[in-house]
């Protein structure tokens, strides 16, 4: 009796270590789907960041600087800003 149990654990080891690697192989061959597409995501940060550059120039000219701040969509406004940066 000894001996069938030896080989009973024997099998059953053999059994669950096939199972593992059987487990091991089905996580390896998993296809990733992503909920928001790479291309969507780089141009959602383009437009974050587009965003987030006007609304500091308007927060820098119309509340630091004391303009308005609708101002900062016109071209003479930064074609002062850039003769004054220049120093011309």
């Known amino acids: 009796m000894a001996v069938n149990?030896?080989?009973?654990?024997?099998?059953?080891?053999?059994k669950?270590?096939?199972?593992?690697k059987v487990e091991h192989?089905?996580?390896q061959q998993k296809v990733r789907v992503r909920l928001?597409?790479?291309?969507l995501r780089v141009l959602i940060v383009i437009v974050l960041l587009a965003l987030s550059i006007v609304?500091?120039?308007?927060?820098?000219?119309?509340?630091?600087?004391?303009?308005?701040?609708?101002?900062?969509?016109?071209?003479s406004t930064w074609t002062h800003i850039w003769s004054l940066v220049n120093g011309e």
């Not at 000219?61 to 900062?72: F, H, T």
């Open 55 to 75: 609304l500091g120039a308007a927060f820098g000219y119309g509340v630091m600087g004391g303009g308005d701040p609708k101002e900062i969509f016109e071209k």
């Open 16 to 20: 669950v270590k096939k199972e593992k």
């Open 36 to 39: 928001v597409p790479i291309w």
């Open 5 to 14: 149990s030896k080989q009973q654990e024997a099998a059953t080891r053999e």
């Open 25 to 27: 192989q089905e996580k």
